[in-house]
């Protein structure tokens, strides 16, 4: 089996490549920005790639843009058998978040592409992509809960947004999920998503400070998580 991550920031991969001895296939994806770890276990017959978004601008890529290019790049070169989106995003207290915790997807949708015209614009706005149908199984033998991701450009929380994700049943925001997602459903790869809270919209408003401040537990988090969840897999 060969499972495939999609991972915007090098802080929230780099635990992970840590723990494994990932190494990079330098300049893999040339000209494109982002960047190809590896970790190949014969005896299992199985390969573990996260695939990184890259830098700009001295800074890492976050973002839908980001997120289509390498997702896209990474499976028409590796051919995976499953796309892995692990990342860090926003959460509601009174929801039941906490900094750090982590969430498998049971869906996940755009909340910045307002289309106005017929249902069906709305609807290709939205997306409302399809996980793996494992995820449930894979969440419950994590014992970690469900959640709705919902996906758009910014970090902070505009207040069309928010009516967008309170219609639609939105608990976890992020900046790449469903780009990666609608990758996916493009070329038939199934997706999983696994997300650690950085911030929560209720609380205060996310700054770069509190994410940063928070990268590094949820990052952590992840990759204790990222490591039980490949025990089942593999
Ligand atoms: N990633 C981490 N926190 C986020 C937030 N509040 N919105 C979007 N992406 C995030």
Request: glycine letters at 8%; charged letters at 25%; a negative charge.
């Amino acid at each position: 089996m060969h499972i495939c991550y999609i991972i915007a920031m090098e802080a929230e991969a780099k635990p992970f490549i840590l723990r494994f001895g990932m190494k990079e296939t330098e300049k893999y994806f040339s000209p494109l920005p982002c960047r190809l770890f590896q970790y190949k276990d014969t005896a299992l017959n199985s390969t573990l790639s996260i695939v990184t978004l890259g830098r700009q601008h001295e800074r890492d890529l976050v973002g839908c843009e980001a997120a289509s290019v390498a997702t896209l790049a990474a499976i028409e070169r590796l051919k995976p058998d499953l796309i892995i989106n692990s990342g860090t995003c926003g959460g509601w207290k009174r929801k039941g978040a906490e900094i750090g915790k982590v969430y498998v997807a049971d869906s996940v949708m755009f909340h910045d592409r307002r289309i106005p015209g017929d249902d069906e614009w709305g609807t290709q706005g939205l997306g409302n992509y399809s996980v793996w149908k494992r995820s449930t199984d894979i969440a419950t033998k994590l014992g970690v809960e469900m959640g709705r991701v919902t996906t758009g450009s910014s970090l902070d929380l505009q207040p069309c947004d928010e009516v967008i994700i309170e219609r639609e049943g939105g608990e976890l925001k992020d900046m790449e999920g469903a780009a990666v997602a609608f990758v996916c459903s493009l070329l038939n790869v199934p997706i999983l998503l696994i997300k650690s809270v950085t911030d929560l919209c209720d609380d205060s408003a996310p700054t770069l400070e509190s994410f940063l401040k928070n990268l590094k537990i949820a990052s952590e988090n992840l990759s204790e998580a990222n490591a039980s969840l490949l025990k089942l897999l593999l």
